[in-house]
């Protein structure tokens, strides 16, 4: 069988035992189904298998409906205008129909299901002439792929069912939800499998350095559930952090893109730093690929196909005030202020000066002459938007390090914040304090849907602190004129105050109206 036909039949199988999980993710795979028997009978199966499941439909909705608007506009760093959904974000609001949210739930589950499929498929139909190691490979980028989504239904909602089999739902389609702490002890699991059995480097796929990152992050955020609010982060966790965090750190030999505007830039797909990025394709459908464009604040000529961006997303006065100090470097890659001169977009034309107000830059990457991709549409970028960096678990290790202390002077840890630190071309520090790191991971990491994490994990350990961010924020749009002058705008609806509830989404009404049992008392899941 040719590859592509392979890889169509390892597609069709996946879709067809999921069918209907557009709409829920209790929704009953068929009795009977095509059969997987003629497919993941060799290690090039299993690698066309799992490649299905870095991309296209399973991710496309989240994508483009809620990475950027839970995390960057629920927030505090960004606003939207004009989407009544994601004013809803803006104003901490969220109704139990609102569509982003939904579509979190939705599309999690969606990529839980296929990840469960692949792996079922591969225990019971991979023969044995395959050897061990690939089978546990394949699995392992399946169990990372997992974890991920578990790590995030966890951040959004708390407690939520576990489904490891989706074909147990056929005799018993009515679940309850689970517990908070064996969700992340779930998702650690998982990684801890694929830690063990992911290789050292795999380009455009997860590595164990990828599973230790993710690993690390999950424990960081896992301690502070024992706080409940007020109180130490739980030690034991946060030194599993530290360790994981550590070993990507000083063993994998990996080091940071010189250039900070680069990682944003499809010529640098799957550089070294990347840890795990969704991978596109150009020329597909509607909510099959990398839809991020659509949020592009410049014209015909920085966009595919000569079509502008459809809606803009802005950065708020608050965001902008994070990267006052001299942090020039990180800010323009981030998002555009009027005057700002990118020579990589419209490159053939001369490059693009912004002559708007405020827009976002990140995972704008321009035409298809400026990325040699002739397919490429508005809807189909190019761009691998990376969900994990090794940025990022320099800050985790360094947050690990310092622990439950209110500052640190830990030679590692100052090692490992500064090479983020002197890479933005600021000065390096000679100790480190909480809220110093928590405005480093604000910058670093803006407009790649972190900073809503931040504050939820912020939350569990001291929640007082994090509704006072919260509530002290500007979370209003601003103006930046040619001289420079910045100009507060009007808030674009009344926020409500955030509170205790303000860190945890509502269960989406359509779920609840499917299955009741989501609204009674979460159990223990039984490991």
């Not at 990507?248 to 030999?253: A, E, I, M, Q």
């Not at 405020?358 to 761009?383: C, F, Q």
């Amino acid at each position: 069988m040719k590859i592509k036909n392979k890889l169509a039949a390892a597609l069709l199988f996946a879709s067809a035992c999921m069918a209907g999980c557009s709409d829920s993710f209790l929704d009953r795979p068929p009795l009977s189904q095509i059969s997987a028997d003629n497919f993941y009978q060799t290690t090039s199966d299993l690698r066309l298998a799992t490649a299905a499941l870095y991309g296209g439909k399973p991710w496309a909705e989240w994508n483009y409906t809620c990475y950027l608007p839970i995390g960057e506009v629920l927030s505090g760093n960004m606003a939207v205008n004009y989407w009544g959904d994601a004013v809803q974000l803006h104003t901490f609001s969220v109704s139990g129909s609102n569509e982003i949210m939904i579509a979190s739930w939705k599309s999690m589950y969606k990529i839980i299901a296929h990840c469960n499929v692949t792996i079922k498929a591969i225990q019971e139909k991979a023969p044995a002439s395959i050897p061990e190691k690939d089978r546990n490979a394949a699995i392992a980028e399946a169990k990372f792929l997992r974890a991920y989504a578990y790590y995030n239904l966890a951040l959004q909602w708390r407690d939520v069912p576990i489904i490891e089999d989706n074909t147990k739902l056929i005799n018993s389609p009515l679940v309850y939800r689970n517990n908070v702490e064996d969700v992340y002890r779930f998702a650690a699991n998982d990684l801890l499998f694929a830690a063990k059995h992911l290789p050292v480097k795999d380009a455009g796929r997860v590595s164990t350095w990828s599973a230790q990152g993710m690993l690390a992050k999950v424990y960081l955020t896992w301690a502070g559930l024992d706080a409940k609010g007020n109180g130490p982060r739980n030690q034991a966790l946060l030194d599993s952090a530290k360790l994981h965090a550590g070993n990507v750190c000083k063993l994998s030999g990996l080091s940071l893109l010189p250039n900070y505007a680069d990682l944003f830039k499809t010529q640098f797909n799957d550089n070294q730093e990347s840890l795990f990025a969704l991978q596109w394709a150009a020329g597909a459908g509607w909510l099959e690929g990398n839809m991020l464009q659509i949020y592009s604040p410049g014209g015909a000529e920085i966009s595919a196909a000569g079509q502008a961006g459809w809606f803009s997303i802005s950065p708020t006065y608050d965001l902008y005030k994070q990267y006052q100090g001299g942090d020039s470097l990180r800010r323009k890659a981030t998002f555009m202020l009027k005057g700002d001169y990118y020579p990589e977009l419209n490159a053939a034309g001369g490059g693009y000066k912004f002559n708007g107000n405020t827009g976002l830059k990140k995972h704008i990457i321009g035409t298809r002459v400026d990325n040699s991709a002739p397919t490429m549409s508005l809807t189909s970028s190019t761009e691998h938007n990376a969900l994990l960096r090794l940025a990022e678990v320099y800050l985790i290790y360094a947050e690990a390090v310092m622990g439950n202390n209110t500052s640190t002077t830990n030679a590692d840890a100052l090692l490992y914040f500064n090479k983020v630190r002197t890479r933005a071309g600021l000065a390096p520090v000679t100790s480190l304090d909480a809220e110093t790191l928590f405005r480093e991971r604000r910058v670093e990491l803006a407009a790649e849907g972190h900073f809503w994490e931040d504050l939820v994990r912020l939350s569990y350990y001291n929640e007082p602190k994090a509704i006072k961010k919260l509530n002290e924020q500007e979370r209003i749009l601003f103006t930046y004129d040619d001289k420079g002058v910045v100009t507060k705008g009007d808030a674009l609806a009344a926020i409500t105050p955030a509170n205790t509830t303000t860190f945890k989404f509502p269960i989406p009404s359509p779920e609840v109206t499917a299955n009741p049992k989501l609204l009674e008392t979460p159990v223990p899941y039984s490991f």
